[in-house]
């Protein structure tokens, strides 16, 4: 665990280095409505076992009781109606400082990408139109800005994971498409036929869905391939 200063508050992150012998990129990795679980933290040991440093900001800390983050809420409803209560522009504010941070470690190159899930997902997008060094940002199951203005300011490419089972968020992709081929953005969704939201995580859970498995299974394979290519630029 780390302690990163932003402002006069403090973000709480989970902090993995990957076993390498030079610097290496980095992965800001952003959590579902849920907060920072330890499914998320898992993400992140999964990132540095691929050689990259991952981070994965706790977005609700000070939201708690008596200031606390994500493991100090009752439960899970409690941390989600938490999340809804976030401001966009500390959200922002937060993953610019966490960012920060990862870029100038001592081992890192200061490459850094964004990956986000669900509500992370939706988050991980609107990053990218917040943050022009981005190398990629990496959208799961979230939905795109609906702004031109917005999208205009995009400057990395942006890579999409959807579930064919996923109505809502699905339905938003074709306008996301659109809105990024007008502004000459580079947008690639690949969606995972039978997977329902969230499949990345329930397709780790025990006796999953075979959809969301397969789903789950093919996405790691996606997203480390796109991270090479996107890192070895």
Not at 2 to 16: C, D, I, R, S, W
Not at 86 to 102: C, F, H, K, R
Not at 114 to 138: E, P
């Amino acid at each position: 665990w780390v302690a990163v200063k932003q402002g006069e508050q403090t973000v709480h992150a989970f902090l993995v280095f990957p076993e390498v012998s030079g610097k290496a990129p980095a992965v800001v990795v952003i959590h579902e409505n849920r907060g920072l679980t330890d499914w998320v933290r898992d993400v992140a040991d999964q990132l540095a076992a691929a050689g990259y440093i991952a981070i994965a900001p706790d977005l609700l800390s000070g939201m708690a009781p008596g200031g606390g983050k994500t493991s100090d809420f009752p439960d899970e409803d409690a941390a989600r109606e938490g999340i809804y209560k976030l401001a966009p522009d500390q959200v922002t504010a937060d993953l610019n400082a966490v960012a920060d941070y990862v870029a100038k470690l001592p081992a890192s190159n200061g490459k850094v990408a964004v990956a986000g899930f669900c509500w992370g997902g939706t988050q991980s997008f609107r990053f990218a139109t917040n943050r022009a060094s981005l190398a990629a940002a990496f959208v799961f199951y979230g939905t795109g800005p609906e702004s031109k203005d917005e999208i205009a300011k995009i400057e990395c490419p942006v890579y999409g994971f959807y579930g064919g089972n996923d109505a809502r968020v699905g339905a938003t992709v074709p306008k996301s498409a659109e809105l990024m081929e007008e502004a000459g953005k580079t947008f690639e969704p690949m969606t995972y036929e039978g997977a329902g939201h969230g499949f990345m995580r329930s397709g780790e859970e025990p006796n999953p869905a075979e959809a969301n498995r397969m789903g789950r299974d093919a996405g790691w394979v996606r997203w480390k391939e796109l991270l090479k290519q996107v890192f070895a630029q």
